[in-house]
């Protein structure tokens, strides 16, 4: 696959991404697999890994600030 921003090849990797749930919690999934480019750090996630992306914010509860969980599909 070829990046949409500089056209280089993205590799598979895994990243730690945050996600701003609600106003005031931020839930931060670690080792989450993208492709990310080798070039310009453009990424992106694929279906699968954004479906269970979904599952896992519709989850959590949002009276911390702050979560950390580890991605696992």
Same mark, same amino acid.
């Given at each position: 696959m070829k990046c949409? *921003?500089?056209?280089?090849?993205?590799?598979?990797?895994?990243?730690d991404l945050p996600f701003k749930t609600t106003e005031e919690t931020i839930l931060i999934l670690r080792s989450l697999p *993208?492709?990310?480019c080798v070039n310009c750090a453009q990424y992106l996630i694929e279906d699968a890994v954004l479906r269970r992306v979904d599952e896992i914010l519709e989850s959590i509860d949002g009276a911390a600030e702050l979560q950390i969980i580890r991605y696992a599909a």
């Open positions: 949409t *921003v500089c056209g280089a090849k993205m590799r598979a990797t895994t990243s *993208v492709l990310q």
